[in-house]
Each structure stands twice: as structure tokens, then as C-alpha cells.
């Protein structure tokens, strides 16, 4: 599956944010969707994930109460909505999918190294 981000910019602390994936190829509603984001001179973190029918979500301490992963299998999109945002949230955002066939609904990764496809990054930069 190959992945495409984009709805990241420039926007002042406590405002509001939706981060767009869209996936092309096959079976985008067998795989687990996760975002991660990378902030300059920082490693690459988890943000969120959710299952391939989106029953399941799981977010990282840092963005809990604050954002929310969706998915529409029939559109093949993953979203991160991001609200009251700070700076402390300004990164490159990542999408990325795992192949959850053997595994079901009950599968999200919050590790790196277990997703297979990422998306190119997009930046999203808040000012205080």
C-alpha cells in the first residue's frame, strides 16, 4: 500500500489541526493504521494507531484527551484529528500501516518497527 499524508501548516498554540492519509492499493481495510511524528533532532515517537475497522485506538500519554485517530475504509483514509495544540506538538507527522490480516481487529502496533508502509511526512508547526 503506498500512503499519502497531508492537512499538516502552521497554526498557533490551541488551535485545531486534521492530518489526512490516504492509502492506494490493495486491501487498505486489512491493515492497522498508526501516526507517528518526528520532531527536529529527536527520535521518531508513536502518536496513535488504530485497528484495521477502527473498534480499537490507542494513543501515546502525551496527545490523550487532545487528539483522535479515525479511519474510513470506504474513502481509504486515516485521520488524526489534533486539538489544543502547543508547541511541544510541532513535528514532522508520519502515517504508516501494518498488515493486520493474520492477526484481526484486535491488532494496533505502537512500535516502529513492526509497520510496514509509511506515508512521506507532514509538517505541522504551532507558534505560541
Known amino acids: 500500500v503506498q500512503l499519502q499524508a497531508s492537512g499538516g501548516g502552521l497554526v498557533q498554540a490551541g488551535d485545531s489541526l486534521r492530518l489526512s492519509c490516504v492509502g492506494s492499493?490493495?486491501?487498505?481495510?486489512?491493515?492497522?493504521m498508526g501516526w507517528f511524528r518526528q520532531a527536529p533532532g529527536k527520535e521518531r515517537d508513536f502518536v496513535a494507531a488504530v485497528s484495521w475497522s477502527g473498534a480499537i485506538e490507542h494513543y501515546a500519554a502525551s496527545v490523550k484527551g487532545r487528539f483522535t485517530i479515525s479511519r474510513d475504509n470506504a474513502k481509504s483514509t486515516v485521520y488524526l484529528q489534533m486539538n489544543s495544540l502547543t508547541r511541544e506538538d510541532t513535528a514532522v507527522y508520519y502515517c504508516?500501516?501494518?498488515?493486520?490480516?493474520?492477526?484481526?481487529?484486535?491488532?494496533?502496533?505502537?512500535?516502529?518497527?513492526?509497520?510496514?508502509?509509511w506515508g512521506q511526512g507532514t509538517q505541522v508547526t504551532v507558534s505560541s
Open positions: 492499493g490493495r486491501s487498505f481495510s486489512t491493515y492497522a
Open positions: 504508516a500501516a501494518v498488515d493486520a490480516t493474520y492477526y484481526g481487529d484486535t491488532y494496533v502496533s505502537l512500535t516502529i518497527d513492526e509497520y510496514d508502509y
